[in-house]
């Protein structure tokens, strides 16, 4: 049955809190963090008084509602959750105590994640520094069943609120699972090779480096597509986001990816992610590369390109890629002399083929997966949105 409960403005219920204080050098102190998009409030860090410059500060206590002047317009606000009671906030921030006897906090909470204070903030067109000031906010209106009927709407999406979260639980040790499957199917299909003879990439293939970003390669009239480091993923090329860098008709002959090279990144922040290797499979013509991508364009009568992918991406390949890079001021590196060195096992062609179709199979087996878990996933993330709707329209 659809109810329909009465708005009332906030201020009938929010009192506007202005305590300032003088921070203590010899102090420590909270402070927290706003989340923009009725994301809610989180502990931002712990600092010393003699470390912050403005001294005077706001101390916001539990089941207060906070709302940040400056980012207001993006859901900027939240209630002050009991962990951070105590922690501090510059004058940028407006405090305000609920008074729970008319509205509780848990009801405004839900309110602000449904996204309705949200839309009247934009509606005022917000747009300057100090756009939203405590009387607009008192000003708002939010729908206001009676106490109980609040409580019972409330400890209802916590109910529900708790059950998605235990499937997004779920759904996390799935890909977990999804993600340590891949890895040692991977790990097994290259684990029979250790008696296989071992040649250097540079005996396999062609290594080249790829063209270095500038000025004078802003993209004019001869623009060309290339690739950076986030386009090669860990077997796959990401087609998004597309860069064009102007590139002569000579040049372009030069540097044209082929459909079978393989691209392996040369540097990378993350140990995990060093190395990481793609087949391009030819699915943007007239394609080039940037330096920190290398292409290595394989000898097909000596390696399969699917398997010399596969196997840089698997465990033994890894522990392979890892042992050529280096570290230089907490970047993990590959040059491309290092990536020559690389050994990889190089059993016959007709078993590489067999490897390799086998790492394929499994791999569109896990992409299938990953897909549902990603269809699962968008469709947990619009369950909570559809429940606080379903409460504000008195459906709940």
Aim: proline share 5%; glycine share 8%; with cysteine.
């Amino acid at each position: 049955m659809m109810l329909s409960f009465p708005k009332v403005r906030l201020g009938s219920f929010l009192k506007y809190r202005k305590e300032h204080f003088t921070l203590d050098d010899s102090l420590r102190y909270k402070r927290v963090r706003v989340q923009l998009h009725n994301r809610g409030i989180v502990l931002r860090d712990v600092v010393a008084g003699a470390e912050l410059r403005t001294k005077r500060q706001q101390v916001v206590r539990a089941g207060d509602f906070l709302v940040a002047e400056i980012d207001a317009k993006v859901g900027g606000f939240g209630i002050i959750p009991a962990e951070v009671d105590g922690a501090i906030v510059s004058s940028h921030y407006f405090l305000f105590q609920i008074d729970e006897t008319q509205c509780q906090s848990g009801w405004l909470n839900a309110f602000i994640r449904a996204g309705g204070l949200e839309e009247q903030v934009k509606a005022r067109g917000t747009t300057n520094y100090a756009a939203i000031r405590p009387e607009h906010i008192l000003d708002f209106e939010i729908p206001l069943p009676p106490l109980p009927e609040q409580r019972r709407i409330v400890a209802r999406i916590e109910e529900l609120a708790a059950k998605i979260e235990e499937a997004r639980g779920l759904r996390r040790g799935s890909i977990i699972q999804t993600d340590a499957l891949e890895s040692s199917a991977t790990a097994e299909a290259f684990a029979s090779l250790s008696r296989a003879p071992r040649l250097s990439i540079q005996e396999l293939a062609e290594v080249r480096g790829g063209i270095q970003k500038g000025p004078h390669r802003a993209a004019g009239s001869n623009p060309v597509r290339y690739l950076t480091v986030a386009h090669v993923q860990r077997n796959y090329i990401c087609l998004s986001d597309p860069r064009f860098f102007e590139v002569s008709p000579e040049e372009l002959e030069r540097w044209r990816l082929e459909a079978g090279d393989v691209l392996i990144i040369e540097g990378n922040g993350s140990p995990a992610q060093i190395g990481r290797a793609a087949l391009f499979r030819g699915e943007i013509p007239d394609c080039v590369h940037q330096n920190h991508v290398i292409r290595i364009r394989p000898n097909r009568k000596l390696i399969d390109r699917e398997f010399l992918s596969s196997y840089l991406n698997s465990p033994p390949g890894q522990d392979e890629v890892h042992s050529q890079s280096r570290t230089t001021i907490g970047l993990r590196n590959l040059s491309i002399g290092r990536i020559k060195e690389i050994a990889v096992p190089v059993p016959p062609l007709d078993r590489q083929h067999r490897i390799a179709g086998h790492v394929a199979a499994m791999q569109a087996k896990l992409r299938e997966l990953r897909r549902v878990q990603a269809e699962t996933a968008a469709e947990l993330d619009a369950l909570l949105p559809s429940v606080l709707g379903k409460a504000f329209r008195g459906e709940l």
